[in-house]
């Protein structure tokens, strides 16, 4: 009984409690707030694509830094239910049927916090993690703007280096970054890509 009250609490952590608190739907929300205090990536008024939005906590705090003249747009398999705010338009829809150039070219940041549905095999998770990457950069690649940046999450594997090499090819800069707020035992990291080519 004790370990599992272990585990109860481990897993509603520090910023599971904050998250709450702070009334985001998911801790998640302070991954991607640490890239931006580092990387400042979002502005006023930008065009944000969120890839794997469910369940809102990235669309919230992008809809928060864009401000009223900026729009962010949410794609995942599951419906989304978060409070509606006006500068957020979600969509339900796979990554991997999705006509990218509907949404248009005219994006300034493109955002993956996509995960498989986890198998516990990690070669088969990291595989899986590194198609939903390949698909969220080929999808950056259509709609972002000259400039624009793709913030993407890998599970680390066999084709981490190679979806590394992809995003410096396709890029002006490349990072590597784990955020704080990430479980220790996760295998998660981010790649993020500053300064689309064209």
Same mark, same amino acid.
């Given at each position: 009984m004790k370990h599992k009250t272990g585990?109860?609490?481990?897993?509603?952590? #520090?910023?599971?409690?904050?998250?709450?608190?702070?009334?985001?739907?998911?801790?998640?929300?302070?991954?991607?707030?640490? @890239?931006?205090?580092? #990387?400042?990536? @979002?502005?006023?008024?930008?065009?944000?694509?969120?890839?794997?939005?469910?369940?809102?906590?990235?669309?919230?705090?992008a809809a928060k830094l864009t401000g009223e003249k900026g729009r962010?747009?949410?794609?995942?398999?599951?419906?989304?239910?978060?409070?509606?705010?006006?500068? @957020?338009?979600?969509?339900?829809?796979?990554?991997f049927a999705l006509d990218a150039g509907s949404l248009g070219n005219d994006f300034?940041?493109?955002?993956?916090?996509?995960a498989p549905a986890t198998t516990g095999h990690k070669a088969v998770d990291?595989?899986?993690?590194?198609?939903?990457?390949?698909?969220?950069?080929?999808?950056?690649? @259509?709609?972002?703007?000259?400039?624009?940046?793709?913030?993407?999450?890998?599970?680390q594997g066999p084709d981490f280096n190679q979806f590394i090499d992809s995003v410096r090819s396709g890029f002006d800069k490349q990072k590597i970054f784990k955020p704080r707020s990430s479980r220790k035992s996760s295998k998660e990291i981010f790649i993020i890509g500053i300064g689309l080519k064209k």
């Open positions: 585990r109860r609490n481990l897993w509603q952590d #520090h910023y599971a409690r904050q998250a709450k608190k702070d009334r985001y739907p998911a801790r998640s929300v302070y991954k991607l707030e640490e @890239i931006q205090q580092k #990387h400042r990536l @979002i502005r006023k008024g930008d065009k944000i694509l969120d890839l794997g939005c469910s369940p809102g906590s990235w669309l919230l705090y962010v747009i949410g794609i995942d398999l599951k419906p989304v239910k978060i409070q509606a705010v006006p500068n @957020i338009e979600i969509m339900t829809g796979d990554v300034n940041v493109v955002l993956s916090d996509m990291a595989a899986r993690s590194a198609g939903l990457c390949e698909a969220a950069l080929a999808i950056a690649q @259509i709609v972002l703007l000259p400039g624009g940046s793709l913030v993407c999450k890998i599970f």
